[in-house]
């Protein structure tokens, strides 16, 4: 057949067409697992069952056979998935030691590392900080029960001391003591185990392991001899996600910019690394066979060199699809190849199901196929040159998509996330090609690793000179509200704005809305921003899994602190969204990192009369830690004990414990927490520390009044909190400081039904970010970051 000749039917694009036949699939696999992990064994085999029945139903009554395949294949998936899951979840609840678990026993366990132990509270490398706490997974081999040792399987979570365990690596095999902790309910965990002590009996780690942990290790080496500080942490951050060496004002800055993926790995390291190796190939004029088999070997040896842990297995799915969609351009199978990845991964790996990091990556993998190349054809359609458009259109894409799940864990909308990602993203792909390329170097040619590094230095600089500017910007980022119900509001707000965004007056009326927000709305938040509420007698900071407080004494910008929380960039920014610029006392309520790791930058840059600590000295690091801080920075560091009374204009501030001398094992350091009573504005406040089942007891026999409007609730609303001590304080408002998706399982469901059946108003940092208390008309009120203005009483 000849041609019509018609130019315009030349010319007309051709209809992209998404294959959308395995995302039921992967949706069914993935909601059955999330059934069984959160509601437990017994509803997922009903599922698994009733799938089963429909199976037969399904082909005998259906008409279209066609119909039937698919829904035939998706009834099969959730029928493995569901019974899979309750199987698991069934065999983890009649383990010996989640049994154990429950009533808090110690043991003595066989475990082999899944992964390198890694810092509880983000970048300490080569600081004391790092002597805290760490955590790693790892399997079980065996358990000493009643006396003998019995092999016994499962997966576990191990809370371990960083300086002790730091060395090991993947695949070792090592023998424990350890207290058992329930894991939160939602991952199939058969304990977490706390554990105070050096490993012992440890196994040679597996060759491939040692060899990549070296590796690893060379490129910090090399990157710290030829590069700055924050260059030197922000390599190894984008070649392996390690993050250790990144100053915390650095990874601060691109929090707020929007440029934090880029020190995770994820699909995007994999899809650089295997796109540098096709690209060469194809240059070289390699047939499609062996590039595709170089590319697939790549893949394997960077899976090898950042660890084979679950987040590494999943970005080389996900890294091996997006090469599908964006180098191969196979646009119709790369929905299927990330459905049938969600799949495979959420069957083998269950816990990725309630995985932020897993949600994050699926979506953004998600928005590049089915988002980007249309958003960069109509570009591309009104004249945007095609390298352009792509430029905008990828990360745009990555970041609608991932909004809302980030807006829900942060509270905060990135508004130059985009424009970030757009100046960023150029200079990531050579300098992790010149960085990857180095890691494989260093140990053979080091002078050509360290040229290469010296190379990747001007792309390093120009990230992180676009994180520093953007995350200055006055209003850069937007206060949002969040948990689910942030996540919620502004995933509606954007698949409203999807729709209308296609009528073109539409368009133009939301053109000049932004235009309108930018020039005024921003500015106004600027000048008087919506936070801190006026009025406030404590705020609540959110520092993730600790403690941060902060209390008014009557004074402007002036402010008790009471614990600092595990890292300086959170309870920094606190202190600065209160405008806290005098500070007559800091008090650290005991030697753990995750009440006194930010002390250091609550000290600088502000006038802090005195720092005080209770009868403790134990982790002899920690004390040590907070004496070289104090002494830095000229302040006064003193102890303070029960009986102890200090007042200020607007509060009152009195010692309740310890009661007792605290002895110096690390099992007492909890329990030799300060606690204190505040009288404020808003009526009494109780902190408490981190006080368990011991000290709660000695208080109760103490005879003091412990009666408390508002209770900061103990260990982040751990399980070892007593029902008779909540009932004793009887408070009106209970706040808890905990962080999101913790490895803990704080808090207790068991301790905030408690304290919600004894009329009391439960709030959580996780899910209001930072709170304030203030006096209402009956009794405390409080007021979340990011909510509207009005109390709620």
């Known amino acids: ?375 960069s054809a109509a570009l591309h359609s009104r004249g945007v040159p095609i390298g352009v458009a792509e430029a905008l259109a990828v990360p745009a894409a990555a970041q609608v998509a991932t909004a809302p799940l980030v807006a829900a864990l942060s509270g905060r909308i990135g508004l130059l996330a985009v424009l970030a990602n757009v100046l960023a993203g150029p200079m990531v792909a050579p300098a992790t090609v010149l960085g990857v390329t180095a890691t494989v170097t260093a140990s053979v040619l080091p002078w050509f690793a360290r040229a290469l590094v010296w190379l990747a230095a001007p792309e390093l600089e120009w990230v992180l000179a676009v994180a520093h500017h953007a995350a200055a910007v006055p209003g850069a980022a937007l206060e949002w509200p969040s948990g689910a119900r942030g996540g919620l509001l502004l995933a509606v707000f954007l698949v409203i704005a999807s729709v209308a965004l296609r009528v073109r007056r539409v368009r133009r009326v939301l053109a000049v809305t932004l235009v309108l927000v930018v020039a005024v709305l921003v500015p106004v938040r600027t000048l008087r921003p919506a936070w801190p509420v006026p009025g406030w007698s404590m705020v609540v900071c959110d520092v993730g899994q600790g403690d941060g407080l902060a209390l008014a004494t009557g004074e402007p910008n002036t402010a008790v602190i009471v614990d600092t929380g595990p890292d300086s960039a959170a309870v920094d920014d606190c202190l600065d969204r209160l405008g806290i610029r005098r500070v007559p006392l800091i008090v650290i309520t005991h030697l753990h990192a995750d009440h006194m790791g930010g002390l250091a930058s609550v000290l600088e840059g502000r006038a802090v009369g005195t720092v005080a600590v209770g009868g403790a000295s134990e982790p002899a690091w920690a004390m040590e830690e907070i004496r070289r801080a104090s002494a830095e920075a000229g302040t006064r560091l003193i102890r303070i004990g029960e009986g102890q009374r200090l007042r200020w204009s607007r509060l009152a501030l009195e010692v309740l414990a310890p009661t007792v001398p605290p002895t110096e094992s690390e099992a007492s350091i909890n329990d030799s927490s300060l606690v204190l009573m505040a009288t404020t504005t808003a009526g009494r406040i109780l902190l408490t520390g981190d006080i368990e089942l011991r000290a709660q007891t000695r208080l109760l026999s103490s005879g003091r009044n412990l009666r408390a409007d508002v209770l900061k609730v103990p260990h982040h609303g751990s399980r070892t909190t007593i029902p008779r001590f909540l009932h004793v304080v009887r408070p009106r408002l209970a706040l808890i400081s905990v962080g999101h998706d913790n490895d803990y399982g704080h808090p207790s469901r068991m301790v905030v039904g408690s304290l919600t059946r004894a009329g009391a108003r439960v709030l959580r940092t996780d899910r209001r970010g930072d709170i304030a208390v203030l006096a209402g008309r009956h009794g405390p009120a409080t007021v979340s970051r990011g909510d509207p203005l009005q109390p709620d009483s």
């Open 1 to 375: 057949m000849e041609s019509s000749g018609d130019p315009r039917q030349e010319s007309l694009p051709r209809r992209r067409v998404v294959d959308f036949r395995l995302a039921p699939a992967a949706v069914a696999v993935w909601g059955s697992t999330l059934l069984g992990l959160f509601c437990g064994w017994i509803p997922a085999l009903i599922v698994a069952l009733s799938a089963a029945v429909l199976v037969p139903v399904t082909w005998f009554l259906a008409r279209s056979r066609r119909w039937v395949y698919g829904g035939l294949a998706v009834l099969v998936l959730v029928v493995v998935s569901a019974g899979g899951i309750a199987l698991r979840v069934h065999q983890v609840e009649r383990n010996p030691l989640h049994a154990m678990a429950e009533h808090g026993a110690r043991a003595t366990v066989r475990v082999v590392l899944d992964d390198t132990p890694s810092p509880l509270h983000g970048p300490s490398y080569g600081t004391r900080n790092a002597e805290s706490r760490a955590v790693v997974r790892g399997d079980l081999r065996g358990a000493r029960i009643g006396g003998r040792w019995v092999s016994i399987g499962g997966e576990v979570l191990l809370l371990v001391p960083s300086e002790q365990w730091r060395e090991l690596i993947a695949g070792q095999e090592v023998t424990v003591e350890a207290g058992l902790v329930p894991p939160r309910s939602a991952e199939p965990l058969v304990a977490v185990l706390s554990v105070y002590g050096p490993p012992t009996d440890p196994t040679t780690a597996p060759p491939w392991q040692r060899g990549a942990a070296y590796l690893r290790a060379r490129l910090r080496e090399t990157s710290t001899t030829v590069l700055g500080p924050a260059a030197a942490g922000l390599l190894p951050g984008l070649v392996v996600g390690d993050t250790s060496m990144l100053p915390s004002g650095v990874v601060r800055e691109f929090r707020d910019a929007g440029l934090s993926h880029l020190t995770a790995v994820s699909g995007a390291n994999l899809a650089i690394v295997c796109g540098a190796v096709l690209l060469l190939l194809r240059l070289l004029r390699i047939g499609p066979v062996l590039a595709a088999s170089a590319a697939g070997l790549a893949l394997l040896g960077f899976v090898l060199l950042a660890g084979p842990e679950p987040s590494v297995l999943r970005a080389a799915v996900m890294g091996a699809i997006t090469l599908l969609a964006l180098v191969l351009g196979r646009e119709r199978s790369a929905l299927p190849a990330l459905s049938a990845g969600v799949v495979g991964l959420v069957l083998v790996v269950p816990g990725l199901a309630t995985s932020v990091g897993f949600a994050l990556s699926v979506a953004a993998t998600a928005a590049l196929v089915l988002l980007a190349p249309a958003w």
